[in-house]
């Protein structure tokens, strides 16, 4: 397989995951538990929030592809620990690294890659979810001080986070046209959080909606005034690139396990791979795992000088590693006959988070649009 230019931190990686949260794993998504403060400041203490954040805020300054291979070994094993490292290198905080100000990056990014705070990203509403530019929650500029009033949905890391970075009408301007980012601390009197969502799968990753009532930041918070929308989406292709790896692992993971059982288990006096139609099964499984890798790998080494990888690449990164994930998981549960089907085999986990990752950040339908956007370089208006 492909050289790997990032092996000796995806080794220290692997070792930390297994061995420090291998055990926790099960519990975790058993009763929906959240990584502690404590947990996520000794992830900051091993570098893995600040790998691809700039050295002058406690950063390593590496190439996202290095904070990639981290998410992936913690993805494979525990996903709500993946999730804090993909969350500080891949999510609302490379909003700040790329898009924020001098003062803002001194004053938020440090804490975010020590491991002391945790940030999430409020895109979503109840009536805005591809469509996201028709998003009503608003901030209105006055005297120096911005008002957020309106509801975000599916905010991963919900109520968890200590700081968000919400989109918001900062003006009257229609479409996206009007949208900024704001970024809002927790605390603030008038911002509060809805119940915890029972999710299906990522569970341990802690999600709900959020409340703006008249809630007043400082101007100083505006991340990106109204009209940078296309620049925001721009960035968050960084953390589609999150999101793609977080699929990779967890097609990686079915398939690793599989292969392991596959020799193992035995059934008409045999080893279940002896078996031509499972041999099939298995190698569609490693196409789709080895597809979407190539695929990922080429996204992040597409990143132009500022970090920005290629939207059409990461399109069509994420949309394969979305549906093989789903695909692998379903095939590596089939295999496992009744085993896959118990909690105790972790298939089942995997098969839940493989459909979470396939919606957040925008759903394979929704990337297959931008891709023929992308490849015949016109737009497709949803609207008309
Ligand atoms: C686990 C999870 C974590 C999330 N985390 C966050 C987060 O941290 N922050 C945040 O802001 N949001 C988050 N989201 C929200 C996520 O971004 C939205 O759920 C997603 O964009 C889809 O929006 P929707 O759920 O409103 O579905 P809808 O937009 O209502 O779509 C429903 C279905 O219709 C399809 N569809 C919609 N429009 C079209 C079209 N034009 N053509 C063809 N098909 C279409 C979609 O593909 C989908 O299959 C999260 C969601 C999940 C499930």
Same mark, same amino acid.
């Given at each position: 397989m492909a050289h790997d230019d990032y092996a000796e931190i995806r080794q220290l990686a692997a070792?930390?995951? %297994?061995?420090?949260?291998g055990p926790l794993a099960e519990e975790m998504d058993r009763n929906r538990t959240p990584v502690s403060r404590e947990q996520r400041m000794q992830l900051g203490e091993l570098g +893995?929030?600040?790998?691809?954040?700039?050295?002058?805020?406690?950063?390593?300054?590496?190439?996202?592809?290095?904070?990639?291979?981290? /998410?992936? @070994?913690?993805?494979?094993?525990?996903?709500?620990?993946?999730?804090?490292? +993909? @969350?500080?290198? &891949?999510?609302?905080?490379?909003?700040?690294?790329?898009?924020? #100000?001098e003062e803002q990056k001194q004053r938020w990014l440090p804490a975010i890659i020590s491991g002391e705070k945790t940030m999430a990203v409020g895109i979503s509403e109840p009536d805005a979810? #591809?469509?996201?530019?028709?998003? %009503?929650? &608003?901030?209105?500029?006055?005297?120096?001080? /911005?008002?957020?009033?309106?509801?975000k949905r599916w905010i991963s890391n919900g109520g968890e986070a200590d700081q968000y970075v919400v989109y918001c009408r900062l003006s009257d301007a229609p479409g996206a046209k009007g949208i900024g980012a704001v970024l809002v601390e927790k605390? &603030?009197?008038?911002?509060?959080?809805?119940?915890?969502?029972?999710?299906?799968? +990522?569970r341990g990753i802690p999600s709900s909606d959020l409340y703006f009532d008249n809630v007043e930041v400082p101007e100083e918070n505006v991340v990106v005034p109204a009209g940078g929308f296309s620049k925001l989406f721009g960035v968050f292709s960084i953390e589609r690139m999150g999101n793609t790896t977080m699929s990779l692992a967890?097609?990686?993971?079915?398939?690793?396990?599989?292969?392991?059982?596959?020799?193992?288990?035995?059934? +008409?006096?045999?080893p279940l791979i002896e078996f031509q139609s499972i041999q099939v099964m298995v190698a569609d499984m490693v196409l789709l795992v080895e597809a979407a890798r190539?695929?990922?790998?080429?996204?992040?080494?597409?990143?132009?000088?500022?970090?920005m990888p290629d939207p059409l690449k990461v399109s069509l990164a994420k949309c394969t590693a979305n549906e093989m994930a789903k695909r692998v998981t379903d095939l590596a549960m089939q295999i496992h006959g009744g085993?896959?089907?118990?909690?105790?085999?972790?298939?089942? %986990?995997?098969?839940?988070?493989?459909?979470?990752?396939?919606?957040?950040?925008?759903?394979? &339908?929704?990337?297959?649009?931008?891709i023929v956007s992308e490849m015949l370089g016109r737009k497709f208006d949803q609207r008309r």
């Amino acid at each position: 397989m492909a050289h790997d230019d990032y092996a000796e931190i995806r080794q220290l990686a692997a070792k930390v995951a %297994r061995e420090v949260y291998g055990p926790l794993a099960e519990e975790m998504d058993r009763n929906r538990t959240p990584v502690s403060r404590e947990q996520r400041m000794q992830l900051g203490e091993l570098g +893995f929030l600040g790998i691809a954040h700039p050295e002058e805020y406690g950063g390593s300054g590496a190439p996202l592809g290095q904070a990639l291979a981290v /998410v992936e @070994e913690f993805g494979k094993v525990c996903r709500p620990a993946a999730f804090q490292i +993909f @969350e500080a290198n &891949t999510g609302p905080a490379q909003v700040i690294h790329h898009l924020g #100000s001098e003062e803002q990056k001194q004053r938020w990014l440090p804490a975010i890659i020590s491991g002391e705070k945790t940030m999430a990203v409020g895109i979503s509403e109840p009536d805005a979810g #591809s469509a996201a530019t028709d998003m %009503r929650t &608003t901030g209105k500029l006055t005297d120096g001080i /911005v008002v957020v009033n309106g509801t975000k949905r599916w905010i991963s890391n919900g109520g968890e986070a200590d700081q968000y970075v919400v989109y918001c009408r900062l003006s009257d301007a229609p479409g996206a046209k009007g949208i900024g980012a704001v970024l809002v601390e927790k605390g &603030t009197p008038g911002f509060s959080f809805g119940a915890s969502e029972r999710l299906m799968g +990522f569970r341990g990753i802690p999600s709900s909606d959020l409340y703006f009532d008249n809630v007043e930041v400082p101007e100083e918070n505006v991340v990106v005034p109204a009209g940078g929308f296309s620049k925001l989406f721009g960035v968050f292709s960084i953390e589609r690139m999150g999101n793609t790896t977080m699929s990779l692992a967890i097609g990686q993971a079915a398939l690793d396990k599989t292969l392991k059982y596959v020799e193992e288990r035995e059934q +008409f006096g045999k080893p279940l791979i002896e078996f031509q139609s499972i041999q099939v099964m298995v190698a569609d499984m490693v196409l789709l795992v080895e597809a979407a890798r190539l695929l990922r790998d080429e996204a992040a080494a597409s990143a132009d000088a500022a970090g920005m990888p290629d939207p059409l690449k990461v399109s069509l990164a994420k949309c394969t590693a979305n549906e093989m994930a789903k695909r692998v998981t379903d095939l590596a549960m089939q295999i496992h006959g009744g085993n896959g089907y118990t909690e105790e085999y972790g298939l089942e %986990r995997l098969h839940r988070d493989a459909h979470g990752w396939a919606i957040a950040g925008g759903t394979p &339908t929704m990337q297959r649009i931008r891709i023929v956007s992308e490849m015949l370089g016109r737009k497709f208006d949803q609207r008309r």
